[in-house]
């Protein structure tokens, strides 16, 4: 069983928006910090965006302040990202990942893809210029 699935990629123009969904398990939901990183062709895989486990703190990578979006819906264990004003440079796959975490780190968020233990299959975004 998948424990993240994400979906909502495709083919976008320069300057549009796209959004992408992860959904997660409902036992690991409730017990990890999310996050959204992306990988593109030849590039290292890197950061984009993390929300807590209570949903009070996201960070996001310097390239996706002011144009992108995550946010968890505890009812629907899902994480969203976002992405507005997209520019071919976005192009990657997105994956989304999830960290186990104690109550008392509720708050914080991780930007670091060696602190996940669980990681979705990706899903494709391309930006067409």
């Known amino acids: 069983q998948e424990q993240l699935v994400e979906s909502g990629g495709g083919l976008v123009q320069t300057g549009g928006s796209l959004g992408l969904s992860c959904a997660v398990s409902p036992d690991l939901f409730r017990i990890v910090a999310l996050g959204w990183f992306r990988q593109g062709p030849g590039k290292e895989r890197e950061f984009v965006a993390a929300?807590?486990?209570?949903?009070?703190?996201?960070g996001y990578a310097d390239f996706a302040k002011g144009r992108f979006t995550i946010n968890r819906d505890n009812f629907g264990n899902t994480v969203y990202l976002r992405m507005d004003s997209l520019k071919p440079e976005d192009s990657a796959v997105y994956s989304c990942?999830?960290?186990?975490?104690?109550?008392?780190?509720?708050?914080?968020?991780?930007?670091?893809?060696?602190?996940?233990?669980?990681w979705g299959q990706g899903t494709q975004v391309t930006v067409s210029s």
């Open positions: 929300v807590s486990l209570d949903g009070a703190q996201v």
């Open positions: 990942a999830a960290k186990y975490v104690r109550t008392s780190a509720g708050a914080e968020v991780y930007t670091l893809a060696y602190y996940y233990n669980y």
